[in-house]
């Protein structure tokens, strides 16, 4: 594959073109040490904007709808990666590695999410704020970094499964970052089985995709007797099937994705239950304040001492109060995974730690749960909220 290396010594920026590769032919942009100023009127944008006329032939008023194109005036410009596409732009995903030196300044949102173009989070991202830019990246970890570091204002991130469950790792993620959970989001996740053109169901004899998206579709890849492999992500699947023009091989991923990297679906709905649905939290800096003026919902964690009946007088609290809990989820407590024994006899430790995750359907502004909150607090080891937020309840 020939590579151009462009190098501005002005402003050492790295602009390294792929042109070989005609589905996205590539440029990165390496230059967080760069000010502002010089973006908006200096040699970098000229560099930049020629190299987009020579491969993105979408007009203005395209690039302007997809919003993912190199945008002279954004102040990302000289902060991201982007895969250009012939027609559209592709944000590369952020790693963790990524320059922290942009704000998150200009009049879009910027919401961060996991997985690459065409993912469901990049779905549920641009339902709950259609106008938002959403930036891809790598890893869960990453997305709350980039809010961390104001490189974006929001993350959109799975948190559970109607099918497939809880997603463990955004649970521990919540307690490692001290992000607040300001909304969430439900989301209809339809399944597809994508595969390059002129490839035959009967063909395919592995199927890649997010593991989650696997486990929902255990029923019908068991029937074709597929290999499963697991991704970061079902459009990431896809992007790879599509780019190694793999044969043998499909992805599970959204029609969105399909039509994203040039696939052709050959199996609509293939989750196991026609109601599959998604619940993403929204995470910001800042929390919101909550309201009574319609249904709050409020996410918090916990740990406990060991002994008899303190979970369920955890729970009473709320029941006391009429406080309906509508989620409880429970993760080993990783500091402090392992309680010594108290019978002294083995030596090993006995119990397992635990943190509790409960979702009660009430606003911290309410009397009520605040007093459930005191009251639980007069036992945990460990109480923290993290978030009272609208209830999301339309599915549209
Ligand atoms: O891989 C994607 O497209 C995602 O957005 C991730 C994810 C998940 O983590 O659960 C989101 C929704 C679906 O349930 C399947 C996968």
Known sequence: ???????????????KHSPSDHTSSRIEIKSALIPMKRCRSGKI??????????????????????????????????????????????????????????????PRLRVAYQGVRGAYSESAAQKVYPNCEAVPCEQFDTAFETVERWLVDRAVLPIENSLGGSIHRNYDLLLRHRLHIVGEVKYAVRHCLLANHGVKVEDLKRV??????????????????????????????AKHVALQKLEDTGAVASSAAASIYGLNILAEDIQDDSDNVTRFLILAREPIIPGTDRPFKTSIVFSLEEGPGVLFKALAVFALRQ????????????????????????????????????????????ENAQNACRHLKEFATFLRVLGSYPVHTSMM
């Open 45 to 106: 944008p000229v560099l930049a904007a020629s190299i987009r006329s020579e491969n993105d032939h979408s007009t203005e008023a395209q690039k302007k709808k997809n919003g993912n194109a190199i945008n002279l005036q954004s102040s990302l410009l000289l902060d991201a990666e982007y895969d250009v596409a012939s027609k559209d732009a592709h944000p590369r995903p952020l790693s963790s590695t990524h320059s922290s030196n942009s704000v998150s300044n200009g």
């Open 323 to 366: 406080i309906n809990l509508t989620k409880i989820e429970s993760r080993p407590l990783r500091k402090q995974p392992l309680r010594a024994s108290d019978d002294g006899n083995s030596g090993l430790p006995k119990y397992f730690d635990y943190l509790f995750y409960v979702d009660f359907e009430a606003s911290m502004a309410d």
């Open 1 to 15: 594959m020939a590579t151009f290396l462009i190098k501005s010594l002005v402003s050492q920026t790295t602009v």
């Open 208 to 237: 890649l995709s997010h593991p989650q998206a696997l486990a929902q579709c255990e029923n019908t890849l068991t029937k074709l007797g597929l290999v499963r492999e697991a991704v970061d992500d079902t459009a990431g699947a």
